[in-house]
């Protein structure tokens, strides 16, 4: 069974459109976040969240809003899609906080804005 | 500022040979660190980690890494490399927070 799980994996959109990208975690973990990866490969936190609250937040465009169900999901809703909103989307989850702790990550979701 | 810094953009390699990958950091204190990898279109898989006792840390896929306190550095190393190692590796810390270096991609030749 997938540990960190995240759908759709791919997702092709225009601009001005809205989204939102799933992801589901079967480990039992109270931390989940949202990692973005650039063209050039960056990766860099988005949110992170600890029992459905919101504890980093990288002055992220307030287009994109994380929304936390229950502690096992962490979905992203990205409004008016934009050209540089292209990316990979992380989801990742750990069992307290990053330090001193792994931190798993889902498979990726590829999203091209055209 | 912390960072981390991953000097070798590129890194192309014979297969059968060894790899080492330079992973420099700083930070205040000593942070938690990680090597992950990402094969073409894939997600990232954990190599390794460390976060105190033995410095030389073993890992997945017959990686290695060694910390080394007083040149802030966390290298990754392995000494054969195999067709599938080619990917791209990222080091990363933590201390609040996870952050990642810009990444090593590797290619490996026949």
């Known amino acids: 069974d997938t540990a960190v799980s995240q759908t759709p994996k791919y997702l092709v959109t225009q601009m001005g459109n809205d989204k939102s990208i799933k992801c589901e975690q079967n480990l039992g973990h109270d931390t989940m976040y949202w990692y973005k990866q650039d063209s050039k490969k960056f990766l860099k936190i988005m949110f992170s969240?600890?029992?459905?609250?919101?504890?980093i937040n990288e002055t992220v465009p307030n287009r994109f809003s994380p929304k936390s169900p229950d502690k096992a999901h962490l979905n992203l809703h990205i409004n008016s899609l934009e050209l540089g909103d292209s990316a990979v989307y992380f989801c990742a989850s750990s069992s307290g906080g990053a330090a001193g702790n792994t931190i798993y990550f889902g498979e990726g979701s590829w999203l091209t804005v055209v | 500022a912390q960072s981390v810094t991953q000097p070798d953009i590129h890194i192309t390699v014979s297969e059968g040979a060894s790899l080492e990958l330079r992973c420099n950091y700083s930070?205040?204190?000593?942070?938690?660190l990680f090597w992950y990898v990402q094969s073409p279109g894939q997600g990232l898989q954990l190599l390794l980690k460390y976060f105190s006792g033995d410095t030389l840390v073993q890992g997945i896929k017959g990686f290695e890494a060694e910390f080394k306190r007083s040149q802030s550095s966390f290298n990754l190393r392995k000494p054969s490399v195999h067709w599938s190692d080619a990917a791209e590796y990222f080091c990363?810390?933590?201390?609040?927070?996870?952050?990642f270096g810009a990444g090593t991609q590797v290619v490996v030749t026949p």
């Open positions: 969240y600890n029992n459905k609250e919101l504890i």
């Open positions: 990363a810390v933590a201390r609040g927070k996870l952050q």
């Open positions: 930070y205040g204190a000593t942070p938690y």
